[in-house]
């Protein structure tokens, strides 16, 4: 079975200050792929990034990184000089690889940007 | 273009009662998912759609809940003698699913919340 946790359930901090979200997951597949969604306030998820398994490069987009380690199963997810539009619910997902890639989420964390 | 659509985008109504959820995917995007989220989690997957057929619905709680996708584009999800514990937000996601591809990602409809009084 798959499992998404995150540990961190809510996080605040003051504007320009750098936070990390941190992922940690199980699966016994040797394939999958990993994805964080953002839900603002108004609810819809959206979709921040996508990752396999096999790709374990560190990804920089814009004020966003991401840091995949494998030995420790881990996909964080660490946001640079936070703005307040920052503030959301992040939640972090795993699929197996294939046509069924249902998600299995973790809690989510709830970041909170104070200006 | 146009995202996921889901309609409404609020239902309110009492024990009992059935209820219809509509999702509207990307146009073009063969895979359609279901998930239920309650207040303070995740989302939960309920059932997979790959072009008309259900190809999973492991996800659904119990008999109560059906859904259907004819003609292989929008879905409605269907919930029978409601109950208070169905009280959530119900989101649709559709993905591509190219042929051959292993794994497209699923983009999410603003979602329907439904209270069951």
């Known amino acids: 079975a798959q499992k998404v946790t995150q540990a961190q359930t809510e996080i605040s901090v003051v504007e320009k200050e750098d936070v990390t979200l941190d992922c940690v997951y199980e699966t016994r597949d040797t394939t999958y792929y990993l994805f964080w969604y953002k839900q603002p306030p108004s609810g819809e998820l959206v979709f921040l990034i996508r990752r396999n398994s096999f790709d374990e490069q560190n990804e920089i987009s814009g004020r966003y990184s991401w840091n995949f380690q494998k030995s420790t199963s881990s996909f964080n997810f660490t946001i640079t000089a936070s703005q307040v539009v920052d503030s959301a619910v992040y939640f972090c997902?795993?699929?197996?690889?294939?046509?069924?890639?249902?998600?299995?989420f973790g809690k989510g964390i709830t970041l909170s940007v104070r200006p | 273009g146009a995202g996921v659509s889901q309609t409404p985008s609020n239902k309110v109504t009492e024990k009992g009662k059935y209820v219809e959820l509509r999702c509207d995917p990307i146009?073009?995007?063969?895979?359609l998912y279901w998930y239920r989220q309650s207040l303070g989690q995740g989302p939960e997957f309920l059932i997979y759609?790959?072009?008309?057929?259900?190809?999973?619905d492991s996800g659904l709680p119990n008999d109560r809940f059906f859904a259907v996708r004819p003609e292989g584009s929008v879905s409605t999800l269907k919930i029978q003698r409601t109950e208070r514990g169905d009280s959530a937000v119900y989101l649709c996601a559709s993905s591509l699913d190219r042929a051959g591809s292993s794994t497209d990602t699923q983009y999410f409809g603003p979602g329907t919340r439904l209270t069951v009084l």
């Open positions: 759609f790959q072009g008309t057929g259900a190809a999973d």
């Open positions: 997902a795993l699929s197996k690889a294939g046509a069924n890639s249902k998600l299995t």
């Open positions: 146009s073009g995007h063969t895979a």
